[in-house]
C-alpha cells in the first residue's frame, strides 16, 4: 500500500501541543516556542501577545514556518518524525476559532482576553515531511490538506456531533480516554473534531483520538467513535 504522507503529517500537526515558530525582521531569523491548534481545514491557530517579538515580525512580515515534532523511536532525535510547514500569518477575529484554540489549551482561559492578545492563523503553502532518517517527503498545499468537501462537511455537523455525544454518549468518551496515552479517569468531554481525529478534554488535561480511517461527515464520526469504543471496552475486559 501506497503511504500517505500527507495524512501523517496532518496527524503530527493536528496533535502537536507545542511547535517551533520561526520569523523573520529585516533578514534576521528568529525561533520561538509556541502553542497551536489547527482549524478545520488544517491552518495553524497561534494566540500571540502584541509584546511578543515573534509577533511584531508577523506584523511587518507574515511569511513564516512552524517546526511540528512527534516522539522518536529512541535515544537519537534524529528518528523522531517532525513536520516543517511554511505560510502566511494573519490576524483573525473568529470566536468559534478562539474556542477551538482554547478547547485544545484550556490553561490559557487565565490569560485568553488580555488586551494584548490576539488569534493569528496560518496559511499553509506547503511542507516537508521527515519520518525519520533520509525519509523526507515534500508536500504541496494539495498533498498536504484535507479535501475541502469534507471539511465543510465536519464543520457544518460538528456543533450536533459535540452536543449529541457529550449529553447521550458520554460513558463512551470515558471509555476511550482510559486507554489513550495521558488518559485515565474522569469527566472527559468531546472538545472538536476533525478530518483526522477528536480532541477529549476534562479540565486542562487535553487528549487526541485519532480516527482508523478518517471521517468525512458525521456518519463517518459516529463509525469512528464506536469502533474507540468498543476497543476500548475490550481493552477494559482483559
Same mark, same amino acid.
Given at each position: ?74 535515544? +537519537? ?50 511542507? $516537508? ?36 455525544? +457529550? ?12 486507554? $489513550? ?58
Amino acid at each position: 500500500m501506497t503511504e500517505d504522507h500527507g495524512l501523517a503529517a496532518r496527524r503530527l500537526v493536528r496533535a502537536a501541543r507545542a511547535a517551533t515558530l520561526a520569523t523573520q525582521l529585516d533578514g534576521q531569523p528568529f525561533a520561538s516556542l509556541v502553542t497551536p491548534a489547527s482549524a478545520p481545514d488544517l491552518s495553524p491557530l497561534l494566540w500571540l501577545s502584541r509584546l511578543s517579538e515573534h509577533t511584531r515580525h508577523l506584523e511587518r512580515e507574515p511569511r513564516c514556518a512552524l517546526l511540528f515534532t512527534g516522539p522518536g523511536e529512541g535515544p +537519537n532525535p534524529q528518528t523522531a518524525p517532525r513536520v516543517t510547514l511554511t505560510g502566511l500569518a494573519e490576524r483573525v477575529e473568529d470566536p468559534v476559532l478562539k474556542a477551538r484554540w482554547l478547547a485544545r489549551h484550556p490553561y490559557a482561559a487565565l490569560y485568553a482576553d488580555f488586551a494584548d492578545f490576539g488569534l493569528w492563523r496560518i496559511a499553509p503553502q506547503g511542507a $516537508l515531511m521527515v519520518e525519520g532518517f533520509a525519509r523526507a517527503h515534500r508536500l504541496r498545499a494539495a498533498a498536504l490538506l484535507p479535501d475541502p468537501a469534507h471539511v465543510a462537511a465536519l464543520l457544518a455537523a460538528e456543533p450536533g456531533i459535540v452536543t449529541h455525544v +457529550n449529553e447521550d454518549h458520554a460513558d463512551a468518551i470515558a471509555a476511550i480516554a482510559l486507554h $489513550l496515552p495521558g488518559g485515565g479517569p474522569g469527566a472527559w468531554r468531546l472538545a472538536a473534531v476533525d478530518t483526522e481525529g477528536c480532541d477529549l478534554v476534562d479540565g486542562e488535561r487535553v487528549l487526541r483520538l485519532e480516527f482508523q480511517m478518517g471521517a468525512t461527515d458525521a456518519d463517518s464520526v459516529r463509525r469512528e467513535l464506536v469502533l474507540a469504543a468498543r476497543a476500548a471496552r475490550a481493552a477494559s475486559h482483559q
